[in-house]
């Protein structure tokens, strides 16, 4: 099951990341929960963590559709947050984040030679797993939830760079040769005050007071179970249906039992 949940048919990326004040050993075994408290955007992956993926992988779509699709289940559910407080037992004040997105920020210019930027982000604190860096629009560094920014480009990596999250410093340096282009516009894309400091769910990064275990769920209210149950249990049928209708479009023959 935890391969299963890593695969990007599941989270809409190649693969799943860290999970941010959670030991991700023991987590990887346990997904219902991963889906619940992982970041709701990506936008790199430390290509080294996992599979043969050598590189990092920057993502131009960060959505992680999986929790997404959570949290529209739970609003269609309970309707109201207060309805869902009173069955898990927790404090959230909406569904959605309670954090801000920004876009476009200006970072810097490109003089054609210079390799090293320093820019501090304008809000404070950042959402890890979400601060891009652009140049000319092209998305070239992400996220990888831990300070450390990374690029993957078809020639390879061609930059990195560092992020205080609490402070909003960024460093980026590209490698000799990759310098911006003389005016270049340097932009910088990123969330703040919402995953692990905001209040609503979708801001949830599995250190809520009222959490119980998140190996076992002992603790847990049955109605919270229930519901990342019954996400796991939809996520399983799309996903064995999907690869099922692939197959027997090229073998209608012969019986499916399994993937």
């Known amino acids: 099951m935890a391969q299963f949940i890593y695969n990007e048919s599941l989270f809409g990326r190649r693969v799943n990341g860290r999970v941010r004040s959670l030991d991700r050993k023991r987590f990887s ?3 219902r929960v991963v889906i619940l408290v992982h970041s709701r955007q990506r936008t790199d992956h430390d290509g080294r963590l996992i599979g ?7 993502y131009t779509r960060t959505t992680n559709y999986t929790r997404q699709q959570l949290i529209s289940s739970l609003t269609t559910e309970y309707g109201t947050i207060g309805a869902l407080n009173t069955a898990w037992g927790s404090t959230y004040t909406q569904f959605a984040t309670t954090g801000t997105t920004v876009r476009g ?18 809000h404070t604190p950042v959402d890890d ?30 930059a990195s760079g560092t992020i205080n999250y609490m402070t909003g410093v960024v460093s980026i340096t590209f490698k000799t040769g990759q310098a911006p282009a003389n005016g270049a516009a340097i932009t ?9 400091h905001g209040t609503g769910l979708a801001d949830e990064c599995g250190a809520g007071s009222w959490m119980g275990n998140p190996l076992t769920l002992a603790g847990e ?7 990342i149950q ?30």
């Open 188 to 196: 910088d894309n990123y969330n703040y005050n919402g995953y692990c």
């Open 129 to 158: 797993s979400s601060v891009a860096i652009l140049v000319g629009g092209t998305l070239v560094l992400g996220d990888l939830s831990n300070g450390t920014l990374a690029s993957s480009q078809p020639r390879g990596s061609i």
């Open 230 to 259: 019954n996400l796991m249990t939809t996520l399983w049928a799309k996903a064995y249906q999907t690869q099922h209708d692939v197959i027997r479009a090229f073998d209608p023959n012969h019986m499916i039992t399994g993937f």
């Open 221 to 227: 209210t049955a109605s919270m179970k229930t519901d």
């Open 29 to 31: 075994n346990y997904p």
């Open 105 to 122: 920020e200006a970072f810097g210019t490109g003089d054609g030679s210079t390799l090293t930027f320093t820019h501090t982000l304008a």
């Open 52 to 58: 043969p993926y050598n590189v990092n992988q920057v």
